[in-house]
């Protein structure tokens, strides 16, 4: 008997031992349950979850995908800092907007089923010979491609002509070389035109603001908002509401101002300026009338 309750005494001890050791692990007495419990609720713990709309806590590895470039945004156009262009009349749209090497060939009318070309002289050139290639590059041709089988025009002086095997929708480079009397090239120039029909203008364009100073009036313009292939500027004036005359043509168009001395006898200049396209396609002007002291 008594050794039975000297057994129970150990078991006893035994258990009181181990469960103080459980306690001192954790830090905190618990019962069997609440152990259980507790092993029960780490197990089915989750992080909560993040709204949709929420912004990442981390940042994203990287990858090796680019990054997208935004697009620019568009800014005001406002008026040039070119220096202002002076009067200089009305010259023809031949006069070249476009490099040549002396002899100078430029369009006169485009359309769909036809191209109107004329041309320019060079001294002691006895025959010009016009010449048609397909337009593939903004680079322009070499003389090397006036070859006689893209000859289509011959003449013996400067002139026009009207190219009407065109294709529809298709640009084209013309050329035109200018010969000596004894066959030997002297010069060539190239013009870029298309087989298009456009008859609709630029945007009218709106002037910012007239100056006058010294004697002069300033004159600043902004871009048209629609100016497809828009092309040149032509400056006009009015003195005391009689008719416009044309001051002046520019194909610069960051060109955006002018300066013009009216007569001094006049009460009233008024001014406009109107946007060329590339098919001589005209904008509608905006008159603005100044004061003259």
């Known amino acids: 008997m008594a050794m039975r309750s000297f057994f129970v005494v150990l078991v006893v001890l035994l258990a009181a031992c181990t469960s103080a050791q459980n306690d001192a692990e954790t830090g905190q007495a618990t019962t069997p349950s609440q152990s259980a419990a507790a092993t029960t609720t780490t197990a089915t713990m989750t992080a909560p979850s993040q709204p949709a709309s ?9 990858t090796n995908e680019p990054t997208s470039v935004p697009e620019p945004q568009a800014t005001p156009t406002s008026a040039s800092t070119v220096a202002p262009l002076r009067p200089a009349g009305d010259p023809p749209p031949t006069s070249v907007e476009y490099e ?12 769909a089923d036809s191209i109107e070309l004329t041309w320019g002289s060079f001294d002691d050139a006895t025959e010009y ?16 491609a006036m070859t006689d089988d893209r000859v289509f025009h011959i003449a013996n002086d400067f002139g026009r002509t009207v190219d009407d095997s065109v294709e529809e929708g298709d640009r084209y480079w013309y050329g035109v070389q200018a010969f000596s009397g004894a066959g030997v090239p002297l010069a060539y120039g190239w013009h870029r035109a298309d087989a298009v029909t456009d008859d609709e203008a630029p945007a009218s364009v709106e002037i910012l603001s007239a100056e006058f100073t010294d004697g002069e009036i300033l004159l600043t313009w902004a871009e048209p908002q ?4 828009l092309h040149a500027y032509r400056t006009l004036r009015s003195i005391d509401g009689g008719e416009f005359e044309v ?11 002018f300066v013009d001395e009216p007569p001094r ?12 396209d590339f098919h001589w396609n005209r904008s509608e002007p905006i008159p603005l009338q100044v004061d003259v002291p």
């Open 54 to 62: 929420a912004e990442p806590t981390s940042s994203p590895a990287p």
């Open 129 to 144: 010979r016009l010449y048609r290639i397909e337009y593939v590059s903004v680079q322009r041709p070499s003389p090397d």
């Open 226 to 229: 629609e100016n497809y292939e």
């Open 100 to 111: 040549s090497t002396s002899v100078w060939i430029s369009r006169v009318a485009m359309s």
């Open 247 to 257: 001051l002046a043509t520019t194909w610069n168009l960051e060109q955006r101002s």
């Open 265 to 276: 006898t006049a009460d009233t200049a008024t001014y406009a300026v109107q946007a060329m």
